[in-house]
């Protein structure tokens, strides 16, 4: 494992909750990895599984989809949407050579900085352990 190695992650985060947080721990200043790549989308449930996949095969180390928690979807139910996309796509990227451990969907509310905060410092940790995404090694060579 490169010792030097910082992951590369995307976050599709809702507009309204995750986004909204991430703020929060910014102006709260909260530290954690500036690793991420912040991606704000209406709902979570517009996250369309080819959109992660590309992400992958462009060389990203993982993926964190975030949004409301479920049953607090400003658009009723794009949040279970996304939970039901989320399950398929983990098990298909296994048959595609990508670990589902580098996809993460979790639920982080508008007032939970530090949460969203503690959530990246996780992912970080996580992908570091796991190693570089091996597709990105491809598209360098």
Not at 2 to 22: H, L, R, S
Not at 105 to 123: E, H, P, V
Request: aromatic fraction near 10%.
């Amino acid at each position: 494992m490169d010792e030097g190695f910082e992951p590369t992650i995307i976050a599709f985060v809702c507009n309204w909750c995750t986004y909204t947080a991430a703020d929060l721990a910014g102006t709260s200043r909260l530290s954690y990895p500036s690793n991420v790549r912040l991606i704000r989308v209406m709902c979570t449930g517009m996250v369309d599984p080819k959109y992660i996949i590309k992400a992958f095969l462009e060389g990203t180390d993982a993926v964190l989809v975030s949004g409301c928690h479920p049953g607090d979807c400003h658009y009723i139910n794009g949040n279970y949407k996304a939970r039901r996309r989320m399950k398929l796509l983990k098990t298909i990227l296994p048959q595609y050579g990508f670990d589902e451990k580098r996809i993460k969907l979790t639920w982080i509310g508008a007032s939970d900085g530090i949460q969203f905060a503690q959530t990246i410092r996780d992912m970080v940790v996580e992908i570091k352990a796991l190693g570089p995404n091996e597709a990105k090694q491809a598209a360098v060579v």
